[in-house]
């Protein structure tokens, strides 16, 4: 922070979520006093930073993003080892990291206002486009390169300085950007990275009168109660929380495309993404033969240490989580469901293993419908046709992501149109998006301006109009 690294009086061990005997290092663990400096960090450096040129803001993220890139094998390695997924999908969220902060170093290149003639003679107006000031960023452990680096990457490109409080489960990931970052030739205190509980760092940012926005990415619970104080204290902020996202397959559908993209949306990342497809409505012509070959392939995902080379699942991220995901196995069962998989599996390495797990059988407003999990548990709801399909992946308290299943212009038309989501996909899983487009939600799932891509400017820039009169 503010330039230095500095170590606090209490560390924590970071454990390999597919080995609990692989201590990846002990990280320090800030408190609020330790919060509160970085912020004061972020404070100082903002009257500079905001008015650096584009050419610097440039120059720093496309160095960043050029050292994510160069990296990604190596920083993969360590993302896995970290969080528990594969290294494929690893490699993948380190090399997204690199193209987010190359896509936001042009970005700052790119600010410009508009001129605009008045409504009364003679006058004219301007907007233009400022930083918003100090920005906290407080993020999740399942994408702990990404979802960083689309937070940091817009927030100093538009001249904001900032301070990130990563998830406790993944400083490692973290403490690499802040070092690259750093070499990457960021000023002093512009990006300052505080590790720490979010009852004790992630409160310091919220009740601090000077952070001006919160960036949050993680539980609705958690979201709820930030945006809640954010908005006492007259702060901005933007959500991004959970997800229950439907999966619609009709009977027209590609058999085999239909199981591959549902595969990959339920049970890729362990199911810990929140565009997972986690609601899979079948209509009734497809629903054996769709059943029958998910569950097939879903039965011989390879589930091992995430860095073994024939792994195409690794662990749960942590206990807690693990727990959660039985926990919910056992709410279909009682609720009537039939699940097949979900056992906690002992393998060569201690780590949190459990089988993918589809619910069979189950009704819309049971609870595993209507709760998210945030594992590899996917459940199936059957549908007579199209319109009560559609009905059902209506029938939430989220709206993250829906995909569709179809052949049927008509059909894949209609649900693009009608279903009540932030980002829709056709033949395509719910989860794995683009970066230069907008990212989000709508409903429980987020509160605020999208994320990502041009449209990230909206949270990360405040507006002004300005009337001028000649005289
Ligand atoms: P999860 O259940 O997936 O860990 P959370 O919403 O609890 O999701 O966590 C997301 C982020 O929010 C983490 O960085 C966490 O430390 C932080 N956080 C948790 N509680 C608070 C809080 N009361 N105030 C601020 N940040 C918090």
Redesign the pocket.
């Known amino acids: 922070m503010g330039g230095e690294w500095i170590s606090s009086s209490r560390a924590l061990p970071n454990i390999n979520p597919s080995d609990t005997n692989d201590v990846i290092g002990e990280f320090a663990e800030a408190d609020a006093a330790l919060a509160l400096s970085a912020i004061q960090a972020a404070r100082q450096a903002f009257r500079e930073w905001s008015r650096s040129s584009p050419q610097q803001r440039f120059d720093v993220l496309d160095a960043a993003g050029a050292a994510l890139l160069a990296r990604k094998d190596e920083l993969g390695q360590l993302l896995a080892r970290e969080e528990g997924k594969i290294p494929a999908e690893a490699i993948g969220e380190v090399t997204r990291a690199g193209q987010i902060f190359k896509f936001f170093a042009a970005e700052a290149l790119r600010v410009g206002g508009e001129i605009v003639p008045s409504v009364r003679p003679g006058m004219s107006v301007e907007v233009t486009r400022e930083p918003v000031g100090v920005i906290g960023l ?5 994408f702990p390169i990404a979802i960083p680096a689309w937070k940091i990457a817009p927030a100093l490109a538009y001249g904001n300085t900032v301070v990130l ?4 489960m993944v400083p490692a990931c973290a403490w690499e950007i802040a070092k690259i970052l750093e070499q990457a030739g960021l000023p002093a205190g512009v990006f300052n990275l505080v590790m720490g ?3 004790v ?3 310091a ?2 009740s601090s009168a000077d952070v001006d926005a919160i960036s ?4 609705v ?3 709820r ?2 945006g809640a104080r954010c908005f006492a204290s007259g702060k901005k902020f933007q959500l991004e929380m959970g997800g229950k996202n439907p999966m619609v397959i009709l009977d027209d559908a590609d058999l085999d495309n239909a199981i591959a993209v549902t595969l990959n949306g339920s049970f890729f990342s362990t199911g810990q993404r929140c565009t997972a497809s986690s609601r899979l409505i079948v209509t009734a012509g497809i629903y054996d033969k769709f059943t029958e070959g998910l569950l097939a392939q879903m039965q011989a995902l390879r589930v091992g240490h995430a860095l073994d080379a024939t792994t195409q699942m690794g662990p749960v991220v942590d206990e807690r989580q693990l727990a959660q995901n039985q926990k919910y196995l056992q709410i279909a069962r009682d609720e009537g469901a039939q699940v097949v998989g979900g056992e906690l599996l002992k393998l060569r390495s201690p780590g949190f293993y459990m089988a993918p797990a589809l619910a069979l059988d189950t009704e819309n407003a049971m609870r595993i419908n209507r709760e998210e999990v ?1 594992g590899p548990v996917a459940s199936v709801v059957r549908a007579k046709d199209y319109g009560e399909a559609l009905a059902l992946a209506n029938d939430t308290d989220f709206g993250l992501s829906a995909g569709i299943c179809t052949t049927s212009l008509k059909y894949a038309t209609h649900f693009k149109r009608n279903v009540e989501a932030g980002m829709v996909m056709i033949n395509a899983p719910t989860a794995g998006v683009d970066y230069h487009v907008p990212f989000g939600g709508r409903k429980g799932s987020s509160f605020g301006p999208r994320e990502q891509g041009t449209y990230a400017r909206e949270f990360y820039t405040s507006v002004k109009t300005t009337y001028i009169n000649p005289l």
Request: without cysteine; aromatic residues 12%; glycine residues 14%.
């Open positions: 407080i993020t999740p452990w399942n409080k990563p998830a406790e509980k979010g009852s760092v992630g409160e940012l919220v949050f990415t993680g539980s619970s958690t979201g109660a930030i945030f």
